[in-house]
C-alpha cells in the first residue's frame, strides 16, 4: 500500500444537498498521485456535484473533503492553484482568440506574462492548435474546442487535472485523439480525476472508478475487478421478434448465471457465452440473432442498480 | 511537470483578504487585462462611448444656448448654458457608460459567455471579479471624461482649473453607478429586466438638475431629486467645473463612495451566491 502522503485528494462522508435535494449522499474515496481515478454512473447521480466540490467552486455541505491536506471551505484559492479545471461544458473566452485563451487564462492563477507564453505555445503543440493560434474560438470544432479547454486547464501545470464528461458530444474520432491526449498527460505524472458515463470511455482511462447512482457509491475498484466481481466473463445477447422480451427469460432460465431482461434484448451471464448460446438452442428457443460479447462496465452497472447507463 | 505555482499575496490582497467580505486573492488586475484585450477586438465601441455626450454638448449647448443667453444656477451664478449644462452631460455620460458596462455587458458574460464560471476555478475569488469589472469599467468612464473634458474647454464650457478635479469626480460617479449596476444586474433573470434599469435611468438623466436648476421644481419634487445619485454626481461636476466650490461638495463625494462601496460588496456576495452554489 502507498503511504498516506500519496493521497492527493480525500473525502469521508462527503455530502452535497439543495435545499430539500440530496445530490451526493455521504460518499468516502481517496484518490493516489499519478492515478487516474473515475467516477462512473448515470445523468444525475452526483458526479458532477461532487467535481464541482473536489475544484473547490461549490461549498461542501456535509462530511471531509481535502485537497493536497487542505480544506476547500479555508484554502480554496491555494487548492486551485494547484488543480486543472475542464468542466462538462466549454468555457472558453470567445472574445478572446485560442493563444490569448490560455495567455489570460494563465494570467488568472497570478503567472507571469513571459510564464505564461511559454506554457502556451507548449500547450498548443500538445493539443494540436498550434496552426490555429491566432484564430478566433468560435469556428472550431468541437472536438478542437475540447481539447483548446485541456490545454487551458493544464496552464498551471496542475497536480491534478479534473474532467467532467471530457468526451461528451463528440464524434468517436475526436473521443480517440482525446484520450491519447489524456493517456500522455497521465504517462507524465498528472493525476486524473473524471466522470464519464461512457463505460468504454472508464475502461479505456481508469485505473480505479466508483460507480455512483442517486448520489451514493455504490461499487469501487479497477474496470477489471469491477467486472469480475459483479458480472460472468461473458454475456450472450438474445434479440427475440417479441415485443416483450420477459417473455422468454422463463424459457432460459438455469442457462448460465442470471439473465437481464431489457426492452429489445435479454442478456445471458456466463462464463462461456458460446457454450450458453448451445444450450440456448438445445432448448429449441430460436432467437432472432444471439451475439457473445466480454462484459464491460455496463454489465456492472446493470447488475448494482437494474438500469442501463446510456440509454 | 514543474512545481505549482501559488499566487504571491501582496499586502494590499491580505488586508482585503481578512475584510468580512466574499473570498478573492488580490487578482482583480487580471480581469482587467482580459478586458483590454476582448476590447482591442472591439475598439469601435470606444468611439461611441466618447462621441454621445459631444453630440449632446453641441446639440444642447449650441441649440438650446441660442434661446437661453444665461442660467442663474442654485448657487446664485450667473453662467452661459453651455457652461452650465457641459458639467452634467459629463456626470450623465459617467453614469450612462458605468451602467452600460455593468448591466448588458456583465450579464452576457454571466449567462451566456460563463465567463466568470472559467474563473473561479481558478485561484480568484467572486471578489476579484467584482473589483475587476468595476476597476475596468472606470478606466474606460475615465478616458471617456478626459476626452469630454478636452471638448469641453474647447468648447469654452469650462471657467475654472478647479475643473481638473472634475476627472476624477468622474470616475467617482462611474465606481458609484457601475458598482450599483452590477449589483442589480445580479438579481436580473432576463433581458426583459433590463426595461427597469432605463426605468431608473432615464428619468435621472431628464431630472437630476441636468438641464436646468433644481430650483424650477417645486419644493418636494426638489427634495426627492436630491435623494437620487445623479444629482449628486451633477452638483459635483458643476461646482468644480464652475469654479464654485465649497464644503457641500464633500457631501455629494461621500454620498456617491458609500453608494460604490455598498454596490461592490453587494454584487460579490450575489456573484458568490450564484457561482460557487
Redesign the interface.
Known amino acids: 500500500m502507498p503511504d498516506t502522503d500519496d493521497i492527493l485528494l480525500s473525502a469521508r462522508g462527503l455530502t452535497k444537498t439543495?435545499g430539500e435535494f440530496t445530490a451526493v449522499d455521504g460518499i468516502d474515496f481517496a484518490v493516489r498521485r499519478g492515478e487516474c481515478f473515475g467516477f462512473l454512473g448515470p445523468n444525475g447521480a452526483g458526479k458532477s456535484s461532487t467535481m464541482r466540490m473536489v475544484?473547490c467552486?461549490?461549498?461542501v455541505t456535509g462530511g471531509e473533503l481535502r485537497l493536497f491536506g487542505l480544506d476547500p471551505a479555508t484554502d480554496?484559492?491555494?487548492i486551485?492553484?494547484?488543480?486543472g479545471?475542464c468542466?462538462q461544458?466549454d468555457?472558453?473566452?470567445?472574445?478572446?482568440s485560442v493563444e490569448?485563451n490560455l495567455w489570460?487564462?494563465g494570467?488568472?492563477?497570478?503567472?507571469s506574462r513571459k510564464?505564461v507564453k511559454e506554457r502556451a505555445a507548449e500547450l498548443l503543440d500538445f493539443a494540436q492548435l498550434t496552426e490555429r493560434a491566432k484564430d478566433k474560438v468560435e469556428p472550431l470544432s468541437g472536438g478542437m474546442k475540447r481539447r483548446l479547454t485541456i490545454a487551458r486547464?493544464l496552464i498551471?501545470?496542475?497536480?491534478i487535472l479534473l474532467l467532467d464528461e471530457p468526451t461528451t458530444g463528440l464524434d468517436p474520432q475526436a473521443r480517440h485523439v482525446l484520450w491519447d491526449r489524456l493517456f500522455r498527460l497521465k504517462r507524465?505524472?498528472?493525476t486524473l480525476v473524471l466522470t464519464t458515463h461512457y463505460m468504454d470511455e472508464a475502461e479505456q482511462l481508469c485505473d480505479r472508478l466508483v460507480v455512483m447512482d442517486h448520489g451514493r457509491i455504490v461499487a469501487e475498484g479497477s474496470p477489471r475487478q469491477l467486472i469480475d466481481d459483479y458480472s460472468t466473463r461473458e454475456v450472450l445477447e438474445l434479440r427475440f421478434d417479441a415485443e416483450d422480451h420477459g417473455a422468454y427469460a422463463d424459457k432460459v432460465a438455469g442457462i448460465g448465471e442470471r439473465v437481464e431482461v431489457l426492452p429489445d434484448r435479454l442478456l445471458l451471464y456466463a462464463d462461456n457465452g458460446d457454450e450458453a448460446s448451445a444450450q440456448v438452442h438445445a432448448r429449441g428457443v430460436e432467437p432472432l440473432s444471439s451475439l457473445v460479447r466480454r462484459s464491460t462496465l455496463e454489465d456492472v452497472f446493470l447488475h448494482l442498480t437494474g438500469r442501463t447507463l446510456v440509454d | 511537470?514543474?512545481?505549482?505555482?501559488?499566487?504571491?499575496t501582496p499586502l494590499v490582497s491580505r488586508v482585503a483578504r481578512a475584510m468580512p467580505m466574499p473570498?478573492g486573492?488580490g487578482?482583480a488586475r487580471?480581469?482587467v487585462?482580459?478586458n483590454v484585450?476582448?476590447f482591442r477586438?472591439?475598439w469601435i465601441a470606444l468611439v461611441t462611448g466618447f462621441a454621445e455626450p459631444v453630440f449632446y454638448l453641441f446639440s444642447l449647448g449650441i441649440g438650446i444656448g441660442a434661446l437661453v443667453k444665461t442660467v442663474t444656477t442654485d448657487s446664485g451664478m450667473v453662467v452661459t448654458y453651455p457652461q452650465f449644462v457641459a458639467p452634467a452631460l459629463l456626470a450623465a455620460s459617467a453614469m450612462n457608460g458605468a451602467v452600460m458596462d455593468s448591466t448588458f455587458n456583465l450579464f452576457f458574460k454571466l449567462k451566456y459567455?460563463?465567463?466568470y464560471?472559467?474563473?473561479?476555478?481558478?485561484?480568484?475569488?467572486p471578489r476579484d471579479i467584482a473589483v475587476g469589472e468595476v476597476a475596468w469599467s472606470l478606466i474606460r468612464g475615465g478616458l471617456y471624461s478626459a476626452a469630454f473634458l478636452v471638448v469641453a474647454v474647447l468648447a469654452g464650457a469650462v471657467r475654472s482649473w478647479w475643473a481638473l478635479l472634475a476627472l476624477p469626480a468622474g470616475v467617482l460617479i462611474g465606481f458609484a453607478f457601475a458598482a450599483v449596476g452590477m449589483f442589480a444586474t445580479t438579481f436580473m433573470r432576463s433581458w426583459v429586466d433590463f426595461d427597469y434599469i432605463t426605468l431608473a435611468i432615464q428619468p435621472m438623466f431628464l431630472f437630476s438638475a441636468t438641464f436646468f436648476p433644481l430650483a424650477t421644481y417645486p419644493e418636494a419634487l426638489q427634495w426627492f431629486v436630491r435623494a437620487t445619485p445623479l444629482y449628486h454626481g451633477v452638483a459635483l461636476e458643476r461646482a468644480l467645473m464652475l469654479g464654485d466650490v465649497g464644503w457641500g461638495v464633500l457631501g455629494h463625494v461621500a454620498y456617491l463612495l458609500v453608494l460604490g462601496l455598498f454596490g461592490v460588496v453587494g454584487a460579490a456576495r450575489r456573484l458568490e451566491k450564484l457561482?460557487?452554489?
Open positions: 439543495f475544484g467552486v461549490s461549498p480554496g484559492p491555494a486551485r492553484a494547484r488543480l479545471n468542466p461544458r468555457t472558453l473566452d470567445e472574445e478572446l490569448e489570460i487564462y494570467r488568472y492563477f497570478g503567472l510564464e486547464s498551471n501545470a496542475p497536480e507524465s505524472g498528472v | 511537470m514543474s512545481a505549482p505555482t501559488i499566487p504571491r473570498a486573492a487578482l487580471m480581469l487585462e482580459r484585450r476582448s477586438h472591439g459567455a460563463k465567463l464560471d472559467a474563473v473561479l476555478a481558478t485561484p480568484m475569488g457561482l460557487l452554489s
